[in-house]
C-alpha cells in the first residue's frame, strides 16, 4: 500500500489480557516509529527503530510494553498483562531514514475493559 | 514538565478569516519544528516545517513564523476554509525522531 498500514483498526480486551499491534511502514522506509495518543492529548513516544535494532526505546512506560521489528520491515508493539490505564490509541509511523518526515497510520484504538 | 506549551486549546474562525496557533517550546537543542494536522480517526499529517536559521516559510496558504529568542514559533493558516477544521499540533523535535507533541489546538473554520 501507499501509506502506513496498522492492524487492527480497534482492539478490545479485557484487563490481563496479552495483546499485539502490528504496524506495516511505507516500503523502504527504514526508519519507524510506535507513540501513543490518549484521548484530547497530543501523541507520546514510544520507542524507535532503525532497520532491525531499538534505537531509543525511552518512551515505553513499563516492562509490559515491549516491540520488535525482526526483518526491518513489519513491527509488532506487544503489550503483556495490560490495564484499563492502557486504553489508547497507538500509532505508528516512518520515514524513510532517520531525519526525514515522519508519515503516520491511522493507529489502533485499544480498549481495555 | 512541559516541553511544549500549546494555545489556543481551541479557536473557532470564520470562513476567510486567519487562524493563528502558537507553540512555546523549553528545550533549546530542538533543531525541526513541524506543524501536524489530524482529523478524527486518522493519524496526524505533517503540514509544514521549519528549521531554526530561518524566520518565516510560507507553503500555500499555511504560514509557519519561527521566533528563535523567544523560543516560540506559530502557524498561521491563511483565507481558512472549512475543510481546515481540524486538531493541530505542533511536534519540535531533535533531529527529527523524538517527536514532542504538544496537545493540540481545535479549530473549527464556520461557513
Known amino acids: 500500500g501507499a501509506g502506513v498500514s496498522q492492524t487492527p483498526s480497534n482492539k478490545v480486551t479485557e484487563k490481563g489480557k496479552y495483546v499485539e499491534l502490528r504496524c506495516d511502514p511505507i516500503?523502504?522506509?527504514?526508519?519507524l516509529y510506535w507513540y501513543r495518543q490518549s484521548l484530547g492529548q497530543g501523541p507520546e513516544f514510544l520507542i524507535y527503530f532503525q532497520g532491525t535494532g531499538a534505537a531509543d526505546d525511552s518512551g515505553l512506560p513499563n516492562d509490559r510494553f515491549f516491540a520488535v521489528r525482526p526483518e526491518g520491515s513489519v513491527s509488532t508493539l506487544k503489550i503483556q498483562r495490560t490495564e484499563r490505564g492502557d486504553s489508547a490509541v497507538y500509532l505508528c509511523?516512518?520515514?524513510?531514514?532517520?531525519?526525514?518526515?515522519?508519515?503516520f497510520g491511522d493507529g489502533t484504538r485499544l480498549s481495555i475493559l | 514538565q512541559q516541553q511544549v506549551k500549546q494555545s489556543p486549546q481551541s479557536l473557532i474562525v470564520q470562513k476567510g478569516g486567519i487562524s493563528i496557533i502558537n507553540c512555546a517550546y523549553e528545550n533549546t537543542a530542538f533543531d525541526y519544528f513541524p506543524w501536524y494536522q489530524q482529523f478524527p480517526g486518522k493519524g496526524p499529517a505533517l503540514l509544514i516545517a521549519i528549521r531554526p536559521d530561518v524566520s518565516e516559510k510560507k507553503e500555500g496558504r499555511f504560514t509557519i513564523s519561527f521566533n528563535k529568542s523567544a523560543k516560540q514559533f506559530s502557524l498561521h493558516i491563511m483565507d481558512s476554509q472549512p475543510g481546515d477544521s481540524a486538531t493541530y499540533f505542533c511536534?519540535?523535535?531533535?533531529?527529527?525522531?523524538?517527536?514532542?507533541f504538544g496537545k493540540g489546538t481545535l479549530l473549527t473554520v464556520n461557513p
Open positions: 509511523a516512518s520515514s524513510r531514514d532517520r531525519g526525514q518526515p515522519q508519515h
Open positions: 516500503s523502504g522506509h527504514t526508519a
Open positions: 511536534a519540535p523535535t531533535l533531529s527529527n525522531y523524538k517527536l514532542t
